[in-house]
């Protein structure tokens, strides 16, 4: 079992760059791919970006390609989203997700963090 807190999420004008963090406890988590998700009010949750377990492969929404960087560090247990070039459309709220194995879509994610609130003001 893996348990997930996200922290890192703030106000930041447009254009600015922010870094979530995603601390895991559990030991699954050396072996468990990660995602990021996000969902904004009034839309569904979508797919931001997600790592294997060996971050030897990283997937990225369309949206976010070339602004956004998932990276992880196994020693520290910890997931990161290095998010930059940000727009107003990226203001929502921020999910890190576990899973045996690398998905893109929530459903192949079994634990979740509680979320960090990104605003971007323009």
């Known amino acids: 079992q893996v348990q997930l807190v996200e922290s890192g999420g703030g106000l930041v004008q447009a254009g600015g760059s922010l870094r979530l963090s995603c601390a895991a406890s559990g030991r699954s988590f050396l072996r468990s791919a990660m995602g990021w998700f996000r969902q904004a009010p009034g839309k569904e949750r979508e797919f931001v970006a997600a790592i294997t377990w060996s971050a030897g492969n990283t997937y990225y929404a369309d949206s976010v390609k070339g602004r956004f960087t998932i990276s992880r560090d196994n020693a520290k247990n910890t997931v990161y989203l290095q998010m930059n070039s940000l727009k107003p459309e990226d203001t929502a709220a921020y999910y890190c997700?576990?899973?045996?194995?690398?998905?893109?879509?929530?459903?192949?994610?079994?634990?979740w963090g509680q979320g960090t609130q990104v605003t971007v003001s323009s």
């Open positions: 997700a576990a899973s045996g194995s690398i998905a893109t879509t929530g459903s192949g994610y079994a634990y």
